[in-house]
């Protein structure tokens, strides 16, 4: 075991693992025999798995299908089969596995490997070599910190995935740390929702299946600039190499193995209104009244976190009795105008609530694994602000608890039952000290992540039981496999154009990474900057997404930034609505194969590498282009991809037969009215598109659903003509 610092890594210091016996086969797995223990390699219908080490299976259902491992035989590599022989070890002993057309040529002193599928190099050993040592990384080795491998990358190779994070989609060059964090903005690596899966398209995925912390050296220059470093914060190391052309692939091998998300409930698919917070009810029922008259489109109305919980004494399912003394008669009312409803929760219990004594004494809160009594959690306020009211010291619920998740779950019955239909599940990153210890023996860092997957499930389930409208939540918080329970939204960006870049950036890195529906706060969180030409183009950005939110810290309707903002705003919702229709199309498609509403270019167009650096763009569905304006003037940059394309513009009459046409494979420059969209669709396609009702309890009322179609745009074939 060697030392390892991620900021100034001594990798003189770190021995590789070497293999210190003969490999034999059993039971389709190879054992290799090595100085840190057995190493099981193994080939499936994923890819190739790799595992050494020992840990407790927790049951975390990381996982929801298990790998079948197939016939395995061991044969003798020759050179010519094998680059490894030249570029990788020369001198050193070799042993290649064969599994169907897949083979896996080990390398013993030390370990290295190299995985071939169909006679293609998939993935091997970072082979950057040192003056003084074979290899710049070890291919493999047992660090204080847990297991550390590298593998190689090509010049210029770019790498995905990740989870949400809200810098470049190419994370060449950087060290992603897989670790959930309260990040209190977009603005730098740290991020609410994270996985260990990433890709390539040059032909492989990575994932470690693991609830621990994983960072990633990706071609980070202080490492190795052409190596993919990864280090697993665990006792055991369960990494897998997929196989796979394309991104598209490898999103669907990554969520055959870890789950698909269900389709949400059709009016999810509406707009959700939201504010940090209405004050009391009248606020509430103003709002949406005021909504109602102004015929504003509008699905859901949101109470957060301080509009129906006292914060001193929250959480614990229980209304604000100085506000609610009897929430049902304001639930019917908004009933009556037909909204949804959503109420903010967070899994902790304020000790100033009697429910804290009486969860501690059960056991079903978080310990302190120094007084065996529950952890009190305190909060860290100076990173709040002036904004925000100071929290509680409170207790942390123990999901691990079989008890406590069935208490959590059931206690959502009776708000469901008084007629709310959605959850937010706000935060779930707080497991953050090594002395927090679960009933399941889990504690600190190993808990972490996987916490937020827990809690993710708990809520969902809860929906699913007791919701009379369909399951559906919004978290903030996720690990691997929290796409299983849609949807997730992106946490507290600033009001301003950086807020509204970055969370366009972190929605497409987490599609990226298997999560097809997500959702930004329109118009930003942090502060009531009144900018109405912020406002008008994050609207428009979000109304080609999977789910569309309008919150903030200050009003987020559309009248309230002015008359102009307003009118444009009014556009971009009409349009909404009339999308639902391919939105239902394409939503059931991410359903099917994990690939996500919002689709980065690299992922749509795999085969065009230039359109691939325009990562401020991205594909709604298989037809939509969408341009985001993401400054203040109106001013765009877009590349259009090979082909014809014309501007999408379904709510302008006069342009159905004549859509303005565009040549691909080229560079433009724009400039956007307020009330304009920049949206392209190419040559010969064509949307199914919806009524324009102001809520879907409408489209019920018509006898139609969101997956109705009034009609297509284009209604001709501009293959044919019209275009000018």
Known sequence: MSGFSVESPSWDTIDAVEVIDQIRIEKDHALIPTDQGVLRVSVNQFGVRLQIGDRIDFDYQLLVNKPNAQA??????????????????????????????????????????????????????????HFVRRYRLPPLARVDKGWFMAWELASSEPVYGLGEKWGKLDKR?????????????????????????????????????TPSPVTHGVGYAPWSQRSYGV??????????????????????????????????????????????YYQDADELLATARAVRQQQMPCDVITLDGRAWQDTETRFAFEWDKTRYPDPKPI??????????????????????????????DKGWLIKDKRTGQAYQYEWDMSAFGEVLTPLPKSGILDFTHPEAYAFWRDSHQSLFALGIDMIKADFGEQIEDDNMLASNGESGMALHNVYSLLYNRCVYEA??????????????????????????????????????????RGGQSWGLTGAPFYATDVGGFYKDTRDAELY???????????????????????????????????????????????????????????????????????????????????MLGDKLLVIPCLQAGGDIEFYLPFGDWCRFEPDLDADITQPKHYQGSKLYRE??????????????????????????????????????????????????????
């Not at 007791?466 to 559906?472: D, K, R, V």
């Open 231 to 276: 280090l697993v914060e665990d006792s055991a190391l369960d990494l897998f190499i997929f196989t796979g052309h394309n991104g598209e692939q490898q999103i669907q091998t990554y969520t055959e193995l870890t789950g698909k998300a269900p389709m949400p409930p059709e009016w999810s698919l509406g707009v959700i209104l939201s504010k940090a």
């Open 173 to 209: 060059g950087q060290l992603i740390r897989s670790f959930n964090h309260d990040a209190l903005g977009v603005n730098a690596e740290i991020s609410y929702k994270n996985a260990p899966f990433a890709w390539s398209p040059n032909g492989w995925g990575l994932f470690v299946h």
């Open 463 to 504: 929906a699913e039981e007791f919701s009379q409208n369909g399951a559906f939540l919004f978290s903030r918080s996720a690990w691997t496999g929290s796409q299983r329970y849609p949807a997730q939204w992106g946490g507290d960006p600033q009001a301003d154009w950086g807020g509204l870049a970055a969370s366009l």
């Open 671 to 724: 400039r956007l009215a307020l009330a304009d969209y920049a949206v392209f669709i190419r040559k010969g396609d064509t949307v199914p598109l919806g009524a324009a009702v102001e809520h879907t309890e409408q489209l019920k009322a018509l006898g139609m659903s969101v997956a109705s179609v009034t009609r297509y745009w284009p209604d001709v074939d501009i293959a044919q003509g019209g275009a000018s």
């Open 331 to 360: 639930i019917d009312q908004l009933k009556a105008m037909q909204f949804k409803i959503c109420i903010w929760e967070y899994p902790l219990i304020s000790v100033e609530n009697p429910l804290y004594q009486q969860l501690a």
């Open 536 to 618: 008008v183009r994050w609207l428009q950005s979000a109304v080609f997404s999977a789910h569309m939110r309008l919150h903030g810290i200050g009003q987020r309707e559309p009248w309230s930034y002015g008359a102009l903002a307003e009118q444009a705003a009014n556009r971009a919702l009409k349009l909404r609505y009339q999308l639902l229709p391919y939105l239902h199309q394409t939503m059931m498609q991410a359903s099917e194969t994990g690939l996500p509403v919002q689709r980065a270019m690299v992922l749509a167009f795999p085969n065009e590498r230039q359109a691939w650096a325009f990562e401020d763009q991205f």
């Open 72 to 129: 395995l035989t061991i044969a003798q590599p020759d050179s010519a089969s094998s680059s490894l022989s030249a570029a990788l070890s020369t001198t050193a002993m070799q042993t290649k596995l064969v599994s169907g057309a897949t083979q896996v040529v080990i390398s013993h002193q030390p370990f290295a490997i190299q995985i071939k599928h169909n006679d293609k190099v998939i993935q091997q050993s970072a082979s950057d070599g």
